[in-house]
Every structure is written in structure tokens, then in C-alpha cells.
């Protein structure tokens, strides 16, 4: 199972900078949870990593700066019996953060004015609204 995590196709995280702890897990198990180190911790430093680029680094601790502890990100998984899936899931999730973490940002919107049309059929229906609204109201006595 241990291995290196592929983030996308030209980033893959080494084997040896991630860092596995396990535990024991709460929830479904009977008594074997209380025998059994089933939640798993999956952290990489992701401050002094060697497989991002610089722009990639630093795109990534900009986005990931509120769930950073001293530069290192931590996913835990523990919703799973077996260790061997909670090993797994915990993969899957810091393989999706890190996607969304170095993905690049979307393109700038161009601004962009309506149209003469558009701004004379939007005054238009405005002002047939307000001629319904006026047709309604009742003339009181002066």
C-alpha cells in the first residue's frame, strides 16, 4: 500500500516525504476497536517539500494557509473498520486538496457593457411597469 501519491499527472508526492501516523478509532467496531490502530493520519511537510515547484509551493501554502501547522498539512481518516481503507481514503483526500491547492487560478473576467438594445429594452419594461403600477392606484379626493 505504501507507495508515492500521485496528485496529477506531472506531480507526484514522494513516498518518503509523507508521514503516516495511526491510532486507534472511534465508532463501529465492537471490541475490536479498542484493540485495533484503524484511524489514520497522513501529513506532509508541505513548507520544505522538494516535489512542488517554487510558483507551485508557494500557490499552494497561500491557499492552504488557514489549515497549515508550522507549514505542514495534516488529513485524518477514520470512517472506515479496516486500516488498509482509512489509509487509502486519507490518500485520496490530500491528493484532492493538494489538486485544488496548486491548481492555477481562473482567468480574469473582461468587462464587458449591455448593449444600447439591451439598455432601452430593460427602460422600457421598466417604465410599462410603472404605468401598470399607476393604473392601480386609486385617485383619492382632495
Request: net charge positive; no cysteine; aromatic share 2%.
Amino acid at each position: 500500500m505504501p507507495g508515492d501519491l500521485p496528485v496529477r499527472a506531472s506531480l507526484v508526492i514522494p513516498e518518503a516525504e509523507l508521514r503516516w501516523r495511526f491510532s486507534r478509532s472511534s465508532g463501529p467496531g465492537g471490541q475490536s476497536v479498542n484493540t485495533t490502530d484503524s484511524r489514520v493520519e497522513l501529513s506532509l511537510d508541505l513548507a520544505r517539500t522538494g516535489a512542488l515547484s517554487p510558483v507551485l509551493k508557494a500557490r499552494a501554502l497561500a491557499r492552504l494557509a488557514d489549515r497549515l501547522v508550522d507549514g505542514v498539512i495534516t488529513v485524518a481518516a477514520s470512517e472506515h473498520r479496516s486500516q488498509l481503507q482509512n489509509r487509502k481514503a486519507a490518500e485520496t483526500r490530500l491528493a484532492a486538496l493538494l489538486r485544488e491547492a496548486v491548481a492555477p487560478p481562473p482567468r480574469a473576467r473582461r468587462a464587458t457593457r449591455p448593449s444600447r438594445a439591451a439598455v432601452q429594452r430593460r427602460l422600457d419594461t421598466k417604465k410599462r411597469r410603472g404605468e401598470t403600477k399607476r393604473l392601480r392606484r386609486r385617485d383619492l379626493p382632495d
